[in-house]
C-alpha cells in the first residue's frame, strides 16, 4: 500500500476514535433520553441539558441545572430504586401523559414525576415540578426506608388523581418552604395513601381547586406548621381512619362540604382506629357545612388557640353517612378546647355520640343537641370556661367544676339532661333556676 494512503487512512482513524471519545464523555453524569439506571459510583454534575426520564438503581449522584421531562404513560421524570441517593437543584421537572392504572398512580408512585422507592432518598431543592397527565402526582414515596426532602420547590398539577406530595407505604416526604397548586378531582396538596406514611411541612402556600381535592389528606401522619393552606373545591383535611393531621399555626380553609372531615371508609386504604386531629394556633375557615364533620369513625379533635369559622354555625356534626354498615356507621368524637372561641351549634344523630371538653378559658356559644337526636352527648367544663346557651339543649350528662353553673349563660333557654345517668348524680335529679330565666332540669322522655 502506498505510505502516504496509509498515513492517511490512520489519521482519519485517529480523529473518528477522538470524536467518539468526546461524546462519550459528553454523557458522562449527565441524563440519559430515556430512564436508564444511573451509576453505582459516586458521581457530581452541574452542566446544563434536557432530558426525557432520569432514573437510578443505587448509588449516589448529585447534579445542578437540569430540565428533566417524562413524556411517556407510567414513566416517571426521576426515579430511584434499590437504596439509592439523588441530589438536585436549581432545575426544572417536568411530566406529562396519564398513567395507565390509577390504583398503582394512588398507591405505588406509577406515573409520578418524582418517585422513591424502598431505601432509597431524594433531596430537591430551588426546583420546580410540573405534571399534566391524569394520574400523575408531583413527589411521591413508597416503601420502607423511602424519603423525599424538598427545600424552596414549586409544584403544579393540572390533571385529575395527581397529588402535590404523597407518601405511602410508610415512606416519608418532608418539605420546608415548599409551594403546591393542583387543579384537577381528587389532587390533595399533601397527602398520605395506602400503608400509611408521614409527611412534614414547615412553610409553603397551598392551593387546590379540584372536586374531592382537599388541602391535606390523610391516610398516615401528616405535620404542617406556618403554611397557608386553601382548598376551594373541597373540604379543608381529611383523615381517613386510624390516622392524623397535626397542624400549628397554619392558616386552613375549606369551601366546600365542610371544614375537616374525620371518617373511614372500609376501602382498606386506612386502618380502623381513632382518627386524631390536632390544631394550635392558625386559622380552620369552613365556607359551608359543619367545621368538623366526623362519621363511621372514633376520633378525636383537639384545638388550642385557633381562630374557627364555620359560616354554617355549626360547629360540629356526627352522623350517619354513605360509608360503613347501616345502624353502626355513626361518628364517635371526643372534641377538647383549650383556650378557644367556638361559635356554633353542636349536632349529633341517634346512632353517634359526642363528648365535649371545654378548658382553660374556652367559650361555647351555641346550643347543644337542640332537636334531641343525640345517641349520646357529653359536655364537660372547667371552671375558667363558659357555655353561652343559644337554644334548647339535650344533654346526656353535664360535667361543671363550677358547682353554681355561673359559668353557663343560660339566656333564658331551657337545658335537659339525663338524671339516670351516673355522670349526672351530683345534681341529684333536681331543676334549677339560672341566672338568665331558664332552666336545668331532667328530661322524662328517652334520649
Known amino acids: 500500500?502506498?505510505?502516504?494512503?496509509?498515513?492517511?487512512?490512520?489519521?482519519?482513524?485517529?480523529?473518528?476514535?477522538?470524536?467518539?471519545?468526546?461524546?462519550?464523555?459528553?454523557?458522562?453524569?449527565?441524563?440519559?433520553?430515556?430512564?436508564?439506571?444511573?451509576?453505582?459510583k459516586s458521581s457530581t454534575t452541574t452542566e446544563s441539558v434536557t432530558a426525557k426520564a432520569y432514573a437510578q438503581s443505587g448509588g449516589t449522584s448529585a447534579q445542578a441545572d437540569q430540565a428533566i421531562t417524562a413524556s411517556n404513560p407510567d414513566e416517571?421524570?426521576?426515579?430511584?430504586?434499590?437504596?439509592?441517593?439523588?441530589?438536585?437543584?436549581?432545575?426544572?421537572?417536568?411530566?406529562?401523559?396519564?398513567?395507565?392504572?390509577?390504583?398503582?398512580?394512588?398507591?405505588?408512585?406509577?406515573?409520578?414525576?418524582?418517585?422513591?422507592?424502598?431505601?432509597?432518598?431524594?433531596?430537591?431543592?430551588?426546583?420546580?415540578?410540573?405534571?399534566?397527565?391524569?394520574?400523575?402526582?408531583?413527589?411521591?414515596?413508597?416503601?420502607?426506608g423511602a424519603s423525599i426532602v424538598l427545600s424552596d420547590v414549586e409544584i403544579k398539577t393540572t390533571g385529575d388523581s395527581s397529588r402535590g406530595v404523597d407518601a405511602t407505604l410508610t415512606g416519608n416526604v418532608t418539605c420546608t418552604d415548599v409551594d403546591i397548586s393542583t387543579e384537577?378531582?381528587?389532587?390533595?396538596?399533601?397527602?398520605?395513601?395506602?400503608?400509611?406514611?408521614?409527611?412534614t411541612v414547615t412553610g409553603g402556600i397551598m392551593n387546590t381547586a379540584g372536586e374531592g381535592s382537599p388541602g391535606i389528606y390523610s391516610t398516615g401522619a401528616i405535620k404542617v406548621s406556618n403554611a397557608v393552606i386553601t382548598a376551594t373545591g373541597s373540604e379543608a383535611a381529611v383523615i381517613e381512619g386510624k390516622n392524623s393531621i397535626i397542624i400549628t399555626n397554619v392558616t386552613l380553609s375549606g369551601a366546600k362540604k365542610c371544614g375537616a372531615m374525620l371518617y373511614q371508609s372500609f376501602s382498606g386504604d386506612a386502618e380502623v382506629g381513632t382518627s386524631i386531629f390536632t390544631m394550635k394556633g392558625g386559622s380552620l375557615t369552613a365556607a359551608v357545612g359543619p367545621l368538623f364533620y366526623i362519621t363511621n369513625t372514633d376520633s378525636v379533635i383537639e384545638l388550642k388557640g385557633a381562630d374557627l369559622?364555620?359560616?354554617?354555625?355549626?360547629?360540629?356534626?356526627?352522623?350517619?353517612?354513605?360509608?360503613?354498615?347501616?345502624?353502626?356507621?355513626?361518628?364517635?368524637?371526643?372534641?377538647?378546647?383549650?383556650?378557644?372561641?367556638?361559635?356554633?351549634?353542636?349536632?349529633?344523630?341517634?346512632i353517634s355520640s359526642v363528648t365535649v371538653i371545654l378548658e382553660n378559658g374556652t367559650t361555647l356559644t351555641g346550643a347543644i343537641n337542640t332537636d334531641n337526636t343525640a345517641g349520646s352527648m357529653a359536655l364537660t367544663l372547667n371552671s375558667t370556661s363558659i357555655w353561652d346557651v343559644t337554644g334548647t339543649s339535650y344533654l346526656t350528662s353535664l360535667t361543671d367544676e363550677n358547682s353554681t353553673l355561673a359559668n353557663i349563660k343560660d339566656n333564658g333557654y331551657t337545658i335537659y339532661y339525663d338524671s339516670e345517668d351516673s355522670k349526672n348524680s351530683w345534681l341529684k335529679g333536681g331543676t334549677y333556676t339560672m341566672n338568665g330565666g331558664g332552666k336545668l332540669t331532667p328530661f322524662t322522655g328517652s334520649m
Open 309 to 350: 369559622t364555620a359560616t354554617s354555625g355549626v360547629i360540629l356534626t356526627a352522623s350517619a353517612d354513605r360509608w360503613g354498615n347501616k345502624g353502626s356507621n355513626g361518628g364517635v368524637v371526643t372534641l377538647k378546647a383549650e383556650e378557644e372561641v367556638l361559635n356554633g351549634d353542636i349536632t349529633c344523630d341517634n
Open 76 to 144: 416517571s421524570s426521576i426515579k430511584v430504586t434499590d437504596g439509592g441517593t439523588f441530589t438536585l437543584s436549581d432545575s426544572t421537572i417536568t411530566k406529562t401523559c396519564n398513567t395507565s392504572s390509577n390504583e398503582n398512580s394512588d398507591f405505588y408512585g406509577l406515573n409520578a414525576a418524582v418517585l422513591a422507592e424502598s431505601g432509597s432518598k431524594i433531596k430537591l431543592t430551588n426546583c420546580t415540578v410540573n405534571t399534566s397527565g391524569n394520574g400523575a402526582n408531583a413527589v411521591f414515596a413508597t416503601g420502607t
Open 184 to 199: 384537577g378531582q381528587h389532587c390533595a396538596a399533601i397527602a398520605t395513601d395506602r400503608g400509611s406514611g408521614t409527611v
Open 1 to 40: 500500500m502506498d505510505k502516504h494512503l496509509l498515513s492517511r487512512n490512520i489519521v482519519v482513524l485517529l480523529l473518528a476514535t477522538s470524536i467518539i471519545t468526546l461524546v462519550t464523555l459528553a454523557g458522562c453524569g449527565c441524563l440519559s433520553d430515556s430512564e436508564s439506571s444511573g451509576s453505582s
